[in-house]
């Protein structure tokens, strides 16, 4: 059955073809959107052919790829190829209110992870849809827009096992990708310090609709009185508070890595991006042990091997990077022989798999169908988020000393729904996160008549750890996603304490002023506990558990790792992997930036590297280097 996301996608993509007439456009400049409708301007398609030859390899276009790839071309003398599994980015992922439509298309891998048995048991099937961007961009052009950074302690704990990325490293380099359009920042010196303006990545907070105003200072109000206190922003000084969040999103546009990176270096000739192209395997000498190219299955179902004289840089992802490195022998020996492959190094690749699972909470507030008038002035919003979001960050009491006393336990995200969304609820519940009938009916009826604050939340710091395994040797097979949530029990006693603690929304003044309750969900497997109690909960959380698609860790950093501390695969030469999969432990907030932040770092390890080698064989080539040298911490 086609999905509605599929049909949205070939409605915007028809839209687009008919850009040229005039009635079509006006239409679109009335909505703010024809820029992100009409605008081509992405990097042109480069044919590959066998035996092609470059410097550098970039294996994969997203928050991380494109980053590498286009700093790395910043070198004239630097022949890079980027290589893509996905072509441009259609309208739908440009148009930040159009974030919702692209999951379960074309321009998502569509990966469905499992849950352990007995875990999950909303989600018939007992697995999530586990979307990643496949598309230029990758997943920076389809994930949601929140722009969050973590706290000074997720990156000295890495620094701890991988040195060179504590805070004072890392900061430079959000820095260096950032532009902030948000001056109120810059007013306050204790936000200012932390950021910049001349950075590719737009990041801004549009400003609220009128008629939703009131609802953002109301729900920030709630949390205050919480004891989450109001801050000016969420990746300020303070490692607990509540605030409208940023988002990667400036003039109408998603600011993906795609939009801000690959755009602009789009005429550079030393830069060649290969679209519909996938990496299937890197070509090892196994005597040297050396990485010398990849192999690529084409759109044409042809494979071809093209070469790179100095690095191959996989940023596949984290699921994408550990199946390829797995697909040429990297990985556990135990693993790999059982699949008939031949273990080139023996690594914990695809182990240490992690992520920001989320719990979703609903708080119904006031009752009135009226709220459902600001669902429809606000749909139109599309060039920006039509709905008021509030995020923020909160620790809670418990006797364990994990996470350390610098890191919150838990981030939120509260969108608000006025009455009457809930065909739109029924869509997102069913598809996005493949709960229940039951489930998604009962959420519905909370909202049929009442506005509803939809509540994200998100355990920052598991303990639980799953892996990404390959099916088969066939690189055409997906690869297995084992979720692992709450094998370690700590975090579902964490998990519970942090939804009773939540459900305290409702005892705010605003809540009890409309008489506010937690609406009775109908949950599989918690149908005979005592409604409310701590058991309730428990199970509450056990078995609606999600995920907000913040994998990371498959590929981590650190001696026991896979890559150490400047990305380079240990035992194998010319082979970095520079994505999300090299997190070691998951940062305090969400990933986009983090991972920008790494491609980043990366590229200026990569130009050290060789500008400094090469230096000994021609010093008049690379004499004019020596500024990017020292910009390396
Ligand atoms: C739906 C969704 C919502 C999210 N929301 C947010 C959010 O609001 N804020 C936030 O900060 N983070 C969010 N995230 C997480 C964040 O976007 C990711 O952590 C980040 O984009 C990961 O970057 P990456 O470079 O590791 O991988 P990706 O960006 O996924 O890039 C991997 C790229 O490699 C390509 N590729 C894969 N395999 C191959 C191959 N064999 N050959 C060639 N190319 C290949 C893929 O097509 C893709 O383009 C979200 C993620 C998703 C999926």
């Not at 801050?231 to 546009?253: K, M």
Request: with cysteine; charged share 20%; aromatic share 10%.
């Amino acid at each position: 059955m086609i999905s509605i996301n599929v049909i949205i996608n070939e409605f915007f993509k028809a839209l687009q073809s008919m850009g040229s007439s005039s009635m079509v456009q006006w239409f679109f400049r009335a909505l703010t959107l024809s820029q992100a409708l009409l605008q081509s301007g992405w990097p042109t398609n480069y044919q590959l052919t066998d035996g092609d030859r470059f410097d550098f390899i970039v294996v994969g276009s997203g928050s991380a790829g494109s980053v590498v790839a286009a700093r790395l071309s910043e070198i004239p003398e630097f022949n890079v190829l980027l290589v893509e599994t996905g072509g441009d980015p259609p309208p739908t992922s440009v148009i930040p209110g159009l974030f919702t439509t692209l999951q379960g298309t074309e321009y998502d891998w569509n990966y469905k992870a499992r849950f352990d048995e007995g875990v999950g048991l909303a989600h018939p099937g007992g697995f999530l849809p586990y979307s990643r961007g496949k598309v230029l961009g990758g997943s920076s052009s389809t994930n949601y827009l929140i722009y969050s950074r973590g706290v000074p302690e997720d990156y000295d704990k890495w620094n701890r096992i991988a040195p060179g990325w504590g805070w004072d490293s890392v900061l430079h380099y959000f820095k260096k990708l950032e532009g902030m359009t948000d001056t109120t920042l810059f007013k306050n010196p204790r936000t200012a310090y932390l950021h910049s303006t001349d950075g590719p990545v737009k990041v801004s907070r549009p400003g609220t609709m009128a008629s939703t105003a009131a609802i953002d200072d109301i729900r920030l109000d709630c949390y205050e009185e919480m004891g989450i206190k109001r801050v000016l922003e969420i990746n300020g000084p303070e490692i607990v508070g509540a605030a409208r969040p940023h988002f990667t999103l400036y003039n109408g546009r998603r600011s993906s890595t795609a939009e801000a990176y690959l755009r602009p270096a789009k005429d550079r000739p030393n830069l060649k991006v290969a679209k519909f192209s996938t990496v299937t395997k890197i070509l090892i000498d196994p005597h040297t042990l050396q990485a010398f190219g990849v192999q690529v299955s084409m759109n044409n179902k042809k494979t071809i091997n093209v070469f790179a004289s100095k690095e191959v840089i996989v940023s596949a992802g984290t699921i994408n990077s550990p199946k390829i490195l797995l697909q040429s022998g990297i990985g556990p020996q135990e693993d790999l022989s059982k699949l008939g492959i031949k273990t080139v190094a023996d690594l914990p690749v695809g182990k240490n798999f992690h992520d920001h699972q989320a719990i979703q909470l609903i708080y119904k507030g006031k009752q009135g169908i009226e709220t459902a008038a600001q669902n429809i002035v606000a749909a139109p919003q599309l060039d920006t988020l039509p709905v008021p979001v509030q995020s923020g960050f909160f620790r809670i009491n418990t006797t364990s000393d994990y996470p350390s006393v610098s890191q919150p336990h838990f981030q939120f995200f509260n969108t608000y729904i006025g009455a009457a969304a809930w065909p739109l609820l029924m869509v997102v519940c069913k598809t996005v996160a493949n709960f229940d009938e039951k489930l998604c009916n009962s959420q519905a009826n909370a909202n049929a008549f009442n506005e509803i604050d939809n509540v994200l939340l998100i355990m920052l710091h598991p303990l639980s750890r799953g892996q990404v395994r390959l099916a088969s040797a066939d690189p055409s097979d997906d690869p297995v996603i084992d979720l692992g949530y709450y094998r370690d029990p700590y975090d579902l006693d964490v998990a519970a304490e942090g939804v009773k603690y939540m459900n305290t929304l409702i005892n705010t003044k605003y809540f009890r002023n409309v008489k506010g309750s937690v609406p009775r969900l109908s949950v599989p497997g918690c149908e005979d506990l005592d409604w409310g109690s701590h058991q309730y909960w428990r199970c509450y959380a056990k078995n609606t558990v999600a995920s907000i698609l913040h994998a990371v860790g498959t590929c981590s950093m650190g001696p026991n790792g896979v890559v150490d501390e400047r990305l380079r695969v240990h035992n194998i030469g010319g082979l970095r992997v520079v994505d999300a999969s090299v997190i070691p432990f998951i940062p305090s907030g969400n990933t986009n930036a983090p991972v920008m932040m790494i491609g980043e770092k990366a590229a200026d390890m990569i130009k050290a590297d060789y500008i400094k080698r090469s230096k000994a064989y021609d010093n008049q080539i690379f004499a004019t280097f020596d500024d990017i040298l020292g910009v390396e911490r």
